[in-house]
Structures are given as C-alpha cells and as structure tokens.
C-alpha cells in the first residue's frame, strides 16, 4: 500500500470519529470525498484495500471502516515515539494534544545540554547518553529528529543503529538511508520523511503567487 493511500486513510479515520461522535452510524463515499476533495470513486478504491464494501442505498457502516482502518494503522496497539533534539520544535511536538488524542505517546524526548535533561517530567528528557538503552529496552521504532543541522547525522545513526527504522526529520539536513553502510548492518530498511520547513513554505507560496498570476491574465 503506497503512501498516498497511508495518508488517506489516516483523514479518513480522523473524520469518522468526527461523524461517530455526532451520532452518525453509516456515511456514503460521495460524503467523505467531499469532505476530503477527492472523488467518491477514489474513496471506494482506497475502502477496497480494507476488504469493505458499501452499497449505493445503505453506504458504509461507520465502526466497520474504524476498525479496519485501526488494524492497517497499528493503531490497536500503543504508538510510542521519542523526540531528539528538545528544541522549539521538539518541545512543541512534545505537548501537542493531539498526539495523544490519536494515540501516539512520546515515550521521552532526548537532548545534549545538561540544562534540557528532566528525568522527572511527565515526559521525561534524557541526556543522549541513554539515546540506545532506552530505545533498545522499550523497542521503541519510530522517532523525531529536530536537531542542528550539525548533528542531524549523527544523531540518525546512532538511532539506526539501536533499532529505530521510522523517521520524521525536522532537522535542515535531508537524511537518506544508505544499506551498504557498515553502520547499518542490522537493518534492512529505514523510512525517512524530511520535512524542510522553509522549502515547504516555499512551495506554497509558488502555488499561490502561480494561482494570481493565471487569474489576472485570465481577466485581462
């Protein structure tokens, strides 16, 4: 299953929960399509991954499409991450709410400076130095990087290498995964998203500027 459909899925569920909680038990493919801007069509494609099927009358009972999509997305067990790096970004992705509404728990957040380490927090922070005990005895497999651009790489091989193969990059550094490194003998795979701030704004603001340039030609 591509990624695309990962992400859809993840709306999808978002927005049934959203529908349950207001009492509805059935929603039809045209109604989440149009709450997602995608086609009905697409949305009874990506229902055919979890094996449900609706009809044009009845459409799709609403506990069935969760459930499924629950089991696809793990999210019948316990989503553990660790933050490294406790910047701004960090601590921020560290008391978002809606990690745990989702439930996602950052089991601890990890950082170099002394004055950062707070073992006793509700989340606690921890020196680098326990960086592989930790991950190894919690089997922890997922992670967050928002560290300087100076230690991006070294803090991702140090996490490679203790068994975390599920990345989300804050740092300037776009991380790849190189299987003929020796440092990463023991795995077989990672998966990496980069997430550049600035080239994501980037991005939005050439989609913006291109939208007013085609609709002032259009009118001149």
Do not use: W
């Not at 701004?88 to 439930?103: P, V």
């Not at 989300?168 to 998966?191: A, G, T, W, Y």
């Amino acid at each position: 299953m591509n990624r695309e459909i990962v992400l859809r899925l993840s709306k999808y569920r978002r927005l049934l929960q959203k529908l349950k909680i207001i009492g509805l038990e059935k929603v039809f493919s045209n109604n989440l399509g149009d709450a997602l801007g995608v086609t009905p069509a697409l949305v009874r494609k990506d229902f055919s991954h979890l094996k449900i099927t609706g009809n044009k009358r009845g459409g799709y009972i609403i506990d069935d499409l969760i459930a499924s999509i629950n089991l696809i997305l793990c999210k019948n067990h316990p989503l553990e991450i660790i933050v490294v790096g406790c910047g701004k970004i960090g601590t921020a992705l560290m008391q978002h709410r809606g990690l745990a509404e989702d439930g996602i728990k950052v089991a601890a957040g990890f950082d170099i400076k002394p004055e950062k380490i707070s073992k006793n927090s509700e989340i606690p922070i921890l020196g680098i130095e326990e960086l592989d005990s930790f991950i190894k005895n919690r089997q922890i497999k997922v992670g967050v990087i928002s560290v300087p651009e100076s230690m991006a790489t070294s803090v991702f091989e140090k996490m490679v290498s203790a068994g975390i193969t599920g990345f989300l990059n804050f740092s300037p550094v776009e991380l790849k995964f190189n299987k003929d490194s020796q440092l990463f003998d023991n795995s077989n795979s990672c998966f990496i998203n980069n997430i550049n701030l600035a080239v994501e704004i980037e991005n939005l603001f050439y989609y913006v500027n291109s939208r007013d340039k085609e609709e002032k030609q259009a009118s001149n």
